[in-house]
């Protein structure tokens, strides 16, 4: 059996449920103890905190991917990463998902899909404790799309980005979860640029 907090506030908000909707109905008032912790949980989250967390994982994942690109990426290259590394479904339908939730603009072009305002970064960076799993994934899948183009420039393999988008993608991520890489991350740009002149 679940034991349930002893605070004041959870007594004081037991009494009140059960006076003014249990109508002295105990099973109402058992089914709202045992659900007490995700009501306080709800209330404790942004709405839009809420709506990001309801989505499915696969929008969550192309949030992430939004999120790590400063808020917005051409619909070509999010094709190509999600065919590549995600093999998540259908994209236009998680888009569709994405749309009818707001999560992303309406008015995004045919060229380019667009966050519908800044808080939805914000509220996703504030509350990463509840998609940190996703986030993490991203993240690696993202670095791993980038180092992958920046070892085989070379090579002339086909990839989803250029070199250049590499390193600045490379930035942008990192300087969101792992800074500390910068450092060698230009270590390595300048060693490049010097071995090219």
């Not at 989250?45 to 192309?62: G, P, Y």
Request: with cysteine.
């Amino acid at each position: 059996i679940a034991t349930k907090p002893t605070s004041i506030r959870f007594n004081l908000d037991a009494m009140h449920h059960y006076e003014t909707c249990s109508n002295g109905n105990l099973r109402d008032l058992l089914d709202y103890v045992r659900n007490y912790e995700n009501e306080i949980f709800e209330n404790e989250i942004s709405s839009t905190a809420q709506l990001i967390v309801k989505l499915s994982d696969e929008a969550k994942c192309i949030l992430a991917i939004l999120v790590f690109s400063g808020g917005e990426i051409q619909k070509d290259k999010l094709f190509v990463i999600w065919n590549s590394y995600f093999d998540g479904g259908d994209l236009s339908l998680i888009i569709e998902e994405l749309r009818a939730t707001n999560i992303i603009s309406d008015e995004t072009s045919d060229l380019v899909l667009s966050i519908a305002h800044a808080s939805i970064i914000d509220t996703w960076e504030k509350n990463l404790h509840l998609f940190s799993g996703i986030d993490r994934i991203v993240y690696n899948r993202l670095e791993l799309i980038c180092t992958h183009t920046l070892e085989n420039a070379d090579v002339g393999t086909g990839t989803s980005i250029s070199y250049y988008d590499a390193w600045q993608y490379l930035l942008q991520i990192y300087a969101k979860r792992e800074p500390h890489k910068i450092k060698y991350l230009l270590e390595e740009f300048e060693a490049g640029l010097i071995s090219d002149l």
